[in-house]
């Protein structure tokens, strides 16, 4: 048994390449990677459906960590990963990690971004700190009933790395220099605040998840309009009312409605939430003064 | 029996899903695309793998259409599909169709684009008139044994368009509207040919193909480097000796190849050529003079 900081796990989603790859290159080259003397343990999340090239198998693994799900005996190649996952590396495992980073890319042209469930004080901490140091945007996810059992909830802290525009199944030099700069913040927060020294800024810009949006749909629950071209590409800038959202085969127009104005959105057309039937999320950006006991929750995870 | 002027093919490979949406949107509103008069045939070429939500089952379909494959016995999904197309909508099927239109997408930056393989008179005919219509680029596919049976050779005219970028599984308004507008130019040539008023450009702009580059690998066939963030997004545009190719992990470059200067790159990062071990293809552009028997076959096919 082993004990490590941080989990870093890649792969999570088996065709989105990159953060897998720069794994696979970090376990060739040791130091490719800054941990700022953290100690990581390195995984791919899915392997199977990695190898397959496919998002997943059985079920979306990173729904698939709802407790209930994790103590029950489904037999879907995501349950018995998750469970193994917890199992190896949980808080309580055989080789225990204190935090989770989750590296996943998306279709959507969305930047470099964390996301971050809920709102535990070491999470707001970590996504704090990295937003001091790169100004990421950080989404909040949290109450939505249809999206729950995220792999890095099991971790006492942890939190998504974003990175896109980039295909599924396409390997990208800048989506993989792009994450290893987010995860060597990351990893540079954590490792100051093990040594007290870590830095905060005055206050946390948040992108607080509220609702999601579908295309509209035939008989046959197939669109019937796709977004509208000048929606494409504008994740996090402020929707104006009247503004067009949607587009029919026909070229006319579906306007944003009246009380999506001035919601920020986030995920638009990412491929894998079609079958969700998400065509984007609405987010409502808040600024959020950063509490003392956010550190300190960090600190207190990383003694000893 | 009905016999039809042109095979309109979408959804060749299964996850490229704007071209099939716009024949589903089609089949419901008959005059949403302007067919200049022709008699159009509409057909899915994979359904299995649209349903699938993967390129293929078991082969390439647009792989599937050497004559050796179609005569003999092969049972793959992929070659009984090639069979049934050819029967039913070949110039000597069921309902047999003059020229065939197949609709592709391409994660590679390359806008708009016409595919021509070898150099059949009436296909330079098509591709000229639409050229003269859009100045769409044309690469004109030969000599690559390593990639052949297309679906097209086995019509007597026939040609792809190919629209990016866009990912895989991804349906986006913009690759709609530019498949249907490329789609409508080639189907005004073909009319206009009918009633002898094909216009023809003085000259025709090919990027004629030469080969292709993958990417190093190491010993377990992995790649060992991606192509350099300045390449991507740079097809149809000459590549410079001595300037960046790929990008190593650690940063480290390398360089085009002295005997690539001036070569136009294509294709760059598909995602599906990563099997084929296609990082990119190089074509030689060329002007070539059109000459009066292209739209004379084209016309003659096109009589009656």
């Not at 942890?158 to 220099?177: F, H, K, N, T, W």
């Not at 949006?213 to 019937?224: A, N």
């Not at 065509?279 to 990383?302: D, F, G, H």
């Amino acid at each position: 048994m082993t004990s490590f900081d941080v989990l870093v796990v890649a792969g999570t989603h088996g065709n989105e390449l990159n953060a897998s790859w720069l794994l696979d290159q970090w376990e060739r080259q040791p130091d490719l990677v800054d941990t700022a003397g953290l100690s990581c343990r390195r995984v791919i999340g899915n392997p199977q459906a990695r190898a397959a090239g496919t998002r997943y198998l059985d079920r979306d693994l990173n729904r698939s960590f709802q407790p209930d799900l994790l103590a029950g005996d489904g037999q879907e190649v995501e349950l018995r990963r998750a469970r193994e996952l917890v199992q190896d590396h949980g808080p309580a495992g055989f080789n225990p990690c204190r935090v989770a980073l989750d590296l996943h890319s998306t279709t959507a042209g969305m930047g470099s971004s964390l996301v971050v469930y809920g709102r535990r004080p070491a999470d707001l901490a970590l996504a704090g700190g990295v937003q001091r140091l790169l100004g990421l945007p950080v989404y909040l996810h949290e109450s939505d009933a249809a999206q729950t059992g995220f792999l890095v909830e099991r971790w006492p802290c942890g939190l998504v790395i974003e990175v896109g525009p980039v295909p599924q199944a396409v390997l990208d030099s800048r989506v993989v220099i792009q994450t290893q700069l987010a995860l060597e913040a990351c990893l540079q927060v954590i490792s100051e605040s093990r040594s007290g020294l870590g830095l905060q800024p005055k206050s946390l810009v948040v992108h607080r998840h509220l609702r999601s949006l579908d295309l509209p749909r035939d008989e046959h629950g197939q669109p019937s309009a796709l977004l509208h071209p000048l929606r494409q590409g504008t994740d996090w800038r402020p929707l104006q009312g009247g503004a067009p959202l949607m587009r029919r085969p026909d070229g006319s127009v579906i306007d944003v409605p009246d009380d999506a104005e001035n919601l920020m959105p986030v995920f638009i057309n990412e491929a894998a939430y079609a079958e969700k039937r998400i065509a984007l999320s609405l987010t409502q950006r808040e600024v959020w003064p950063v509490l003392p006991n956010w550190i300190a929750a960090l600190e207190k995870l990383m003694e000893g």
